[in-house]
Nanobody, 117 residues
């Protein structure tokens, strides 16, 4: 059924922006489109935490620490979900992952985001 693959991380100064991409390139459209896709992040030594999701009908959900700064969106034709991250803070530094919220698949490698003070 394929895996969701993350990309787009990097190093940015506090206050800057990054856009992460989650792609189900090996999925057929009928598999990807119904998925509620979530973004998660993990700091070494801590549990992975949910930060945002988008359902098949484009309803979005955000955790408080990122609400108003991050925007999740999806392009079903490209089988891709985006996470636009603005006003980044050093505490946003983490490995970011995406996955199916309702039926999680094996976790990918994630993409590293580093925010310098």
């Amino acid at each position: 059924q394929g895996q969701l693959v993350e990309s787009g991380g990097g190093l940015v100064q506090a206050g800057g922006s990054l856009r992460l991409t989650c792609t189900g390139s090996r999925m057929i459209t009928s598999v990807f489109n119904p998925i509620t896709v979530g973004w998660y992040r993990q700091v070494p030594g801590k549990q992975r935490e949910f930060i945002a999701s988008i359902s098949s009908d484009f309803r979005t959900n955000y955790r408080d620490p990122v609400n108003g700064r991050f925007t999740i969106s999806r392009d079903n034709a490209r089988k891709t979900v985006y996470l636009q991250m603005n006003s980044l803070r050093p505490e946003d530094t983490a490995i970011y992952y995406c996955n199916d919220v309702l039926a999680p698949r094996s976790w990918g490698k994630g993409t590293q985001v580093n925010v310098s003070p």
